[in-house]
């Protein structure tokens, strides 16, 4: 079955700390991937995407992104975090000529401490 | 360029009722995907819609909902007779095709009392 597993629910790291959140994919096509963020109340802002090419992706505010095939995962990093990074990350997954349905992990809630 | 807007931003309503939901996807999008988030839980896929067709539907419950996408007008996901349990926020999202990245609305933040 096709699934998403971010393994944490909720991380603290301290403002200028770097940051890695992590994604595994259980999909049998070739996957797409993306991060979003969700500020408390808001909708989902795009991050970042995969769809083929280099593995590894830059993204808005900073944030990257590999893909290792090998390892089914898609983890997104910060070299910094700053407090208004503060806030809740989806991993989703969608495939080529699939419909477009997205998969999405269950979310990494993100605290930053001063 | 507009992004996608849903209204109401907060429906509620009495259990029993119908609530009805509205999506305008962005301007040149043809494809429309409802999701819902319950409480302390990621997005679930519901439906997936073009202009007056439904293309997936899969995770659509099987009774007292339904989503349409008109030719003209916005997107609508209904709910009849609601009762506690769909108390979510439902997210509209659209895309120019089925293989692109999809932009989402803020969200309907339903309500059943």
């Known amino acids: 079955a096709q699934s998403v597993t971010q393994p944490d629910i909720h991380i603290t790291v301290s403002e200028g700390a770097s940051l890695e959140l992590r994604c595994n994919y259980s999909?049998?096509?070739?996957?797409?991937l993306f991060w979003y963020v969700q500020s408390p109340g808001q909708g989902l802002q795009l991050l970042l995407k995969y769809f083929s090419g280099d593995t590894l992706v830059q993204g808005i505010k900073g944030f990257e992104a590999e893909f290792k095939r090998s390892q089914s995962s898609f983890n997104l990093r910060k070299p910094s975090v700053y407090w208004s990074d503060a806030a809740e990350y989806f991993c989703?997954?969608?495939?080529?000529?699939?419909?477009?349905?997205?998969?999405f992990g269950q979310g990494t809630e993100l605290s930053v401490k001063p | 360029n507009a992004g996608v807007m849903q209204n109401p931003r907060h429906l509620v309503r009495r259990r029993g009722q119908e609530a009805r939901l509205r999506c305008s996807p962005m301007k040149g999008h043809s494809h429309v995907y409802w999701y819902r988030q319950l409480p302390e839980e990621g997005l679930k896929f519901m439906v997936y819609l073009q202009k007056e067709n439904i293309i997936d539907e899969s995770g659509m419950p099987k009774e007292r909902f339904s989503a349409e996408f008109p030719k003209e007008g916005p997107s609508i996901l209904r709910i009849q007779q609601v009762v506690r349990g769909d108390s979510a926020a439902y997210f509209c999202a659209s895309s120019p095709t089925s293989d692109y990245e999809q932009y989402f609305g803020p969200g309907t933040r339903l309500t059943v009392t």
């Open positions: 989703a997954v969608g495939a080529y000529n699939q419909g477009g349905k997205l998969i």
């Open positions: 999909y049998g096509a070739t996957p797409y």
